[in-house]
Nanobody, 115 residues
Framework: QVQLVESGGGLVQAGGSLRLSCAASGSIFSINSMAWYRQAPGKQRELVARVYSSDFASYADSVKGRFTISRHRATNTVFLQMDSLKPEDTAVYYC?????????WGQGTQVTVSS
């Protein structure tokens, strides 16, 4: 089993920044990718950013140029630096880790951006 602990959510004004963290622990053998998703009220969960084992990163068009995903291999932690936040970024953010082909999800952290 893999456990994920997220932190860093909160309330911020539009134009502000937040940094999310997600630390993975437990039976970690080979992490294929680490990613952040978000789900706003009444909407489907969507992929925000993903970083692969090769360190290649990809982003949703809506966050390109504003969000940066990174990972710290030694601690199996993934970060999401969110800058120039907009009210439409308001959502619960979830991290997902793919470990030897299996998906593991974090519990979610609320991000609220006020206008």
């Amino acid at each position: 089993q893999v456990q994920l602990v997220e932190s860093g959510g909160g309330l911020v004004q539009a134009g502000g920044s937040l940094r999310l963290s997600c630390a993975a622990s437990g039976s970690i053998f080979s992490i294929n990718s680490m990613a952040w998703y978000r789900q706003a009220p009444g909407k489907q969960r969507e992929l925000v950013a993903r970083v692969y084992s090769s360190d290649f990163a990809s982003y949703a068009d809506s966050v390109k140029g504003r969000f940066t995903i990174s990972r710290h291999r030694a601690t199996n932690t993934v970060f999401l630096q969110m800058d120039s936040l907009k009210p439409e970024d308001t959502a619960v953010y979830y991290c997902k880790v793919v470990n030897v082909g299996l998906d593991y999800w974090g519990q979610g952290t609320q991000v609220t951006v006020s206008s």
